[in-house]
């Protein structure tokens, strides 16, 4: 017989893992270009767009030039006055009559502008202003942001995995350690004595004799010779092949002679990887509580490291602006001096969001469950009693 040459261990186990990785590492790498296809696109359009001076600019200039002029003149009568038209005036004011469109818009300002849009915080402090520009963001926005839902809900199948197991883990250890401190030594060394008497017991059982076979086969001996023998040799022969014989591995023997096989069974396993897209999320079942705390300790974490580079923020500020971007509100109250160095923490908003997605989802479970228990006890409560009248 041909010798079948079997592939290496270690290469199949590398090819294993890289197509369990690809589908996860495909839609990471489809968000990343993306993000700076739209960053190039963005930074071309509203950044070299020609900024002419509207009629609004003319009125602000005028009526600025009016009110200084009449406060210099007056400087002590109607102060009040004064102030409230320069307030109403500076009301009116918009950013870009006095900001380069080039400054705004550069790349890493773009790839920032991109993230906020796909992500869905929308912080308001930069947005589009031409037509081309705002048609091209809710396009952008169009397919970006199912997208980013399918990165989190990808991503939350590997935290759902890591959380449950290192929770079941930990609830383990708990047991293990409560059962030790409840067993007292009288109740341990019974237990042990009869673990010691049950292993004692135990019988390995081996490949049987041919003497042993001819023994236990109480039928054979009824039949003639002729069919004795045929029927004691295929018993032989099925015990040999039973306990000697080694496990023939078929799937190597058809990869290795049938390479098409080999690739249709990847593509498969492939496509089965794409099709269990949130699977674990559905099955996560920690507490809510746990998950509230995890997100506290990851805001403080991020915001111990924020003030390092956006030296306006302190610790609070920087844990309202995580938190405001981490669930997606975006109100734009704190801006950032330095959006650059936040694009390289982009890491942590998609983690970080995924996390609170998934107390979210916990949250969404619990209260249904609530609602159902509110439902079913009101519905008993409103249920009829069964009068019992007398025979």
């Not at 009040?80 to 009301?91: D, G, T, V």
């Not at 869905?120 to 169009?142: D, E, F």
Request: aromatic letters at 14%.
């Amino acid at each position: 017989m041909a010798s079948t040459s079997q592939p290496p261990r270690g290469k199949g186990t590398c090819k294993k893992i890289f197509w369990a990785v690809f589908p996860h590492a495909c839609f990471i790498l489809s968000l990343v270009i993306y993000a700076f296809l739209g960053a190039l696109m963005f930074s071309h359009i509203e950044g070299n767009r020609k900024v002419n001076l509207s009629e609004e600019y003319r009125n602000f200039l005028q009526s600025l030039w009016y009110i200084s002029r009449n406060l210099s003149d007056n400087m002590t009568e109607n102060e009040e006055l004064f102030k409230e038209k320069i307030h109403a005036l500076l009301s009116t004011v918009e950013r870009d009559w006095f900001v380069n469109p080039k400054d705004i818009w550069t790349f890493f300002g773009s790839l920032f502008f991109c993230c906020t849009v796909f992500t869905t915080v929308g912080y308001g402090n930069t947005y589009p202003v031409t037509r081309a520009g705002k048609y091209l963001c809710m396009l952008y926005a169009l397919f970006g942001i199912p997208l980013m839902f399918l990165v989190l809900t990808d991503m939350g199948d590997i935290l759902a995995t890591v959380l449950s197991k290192s929770y079941n883990e930990f609830r383990k250890l708990q047991s293990k350690i409560l059962a030790s401190k409840f067993c007292s030594g009288s109740t341990c060394s019974k237990g042990d004595e009869l673990k010691s008497r049950g292993q004692s017991k135990v019988v390995i059982s081996e490949p049987m004799t041919i003497m042993e076979v001819l023994k236990s086969q109480t039928g054979v001996k009824r039949k003639p010779t002729k069919c004795r023998n045929v029927e004691i040799f295929e018993m032989l022969i099925a015990r040999e092949n039973e306990y000697t014989k080694p496990a023939r591995n078929k799937s190597i023997e058809r990869w290795s002679s049938c390479p098409e096989l080999a690739r249709e069974k990847t593509v498969s396993r492939v496509i089965e990887n794409f099709d269990k897209i949130g699977k674990e999320l559905e099955k996560l079942d920690v507490p809510i509580v746990l998950m509230v705390l995890v997100i506290f300790v990851y805001i403080s974490c991020a915001a111990a490291i924020l003030p390092n580079w956006e030296t306006r923020l302190d610790f609070q500020e920087a844990f309202y602006f995580c938190f405001i971007t981490l669930t997606t509100i975006g109100f734009g109250d704190t801006q950032l001096e330095h959006p650059k160095f936040f694009l390289f923490f982009s890491l942590y908003i998609i983690i970080g969001m995924e996390i609170v997605f998934i107390a979210f989802k916990l949250g969404q479970d619990r209260l249904i469950g609530l609602y159902k228990k509110v439902i079913s006890f009101c519905g008993e409560k409103k249920m009829p009693s069964k009068k019992v009248y007398p025979k």
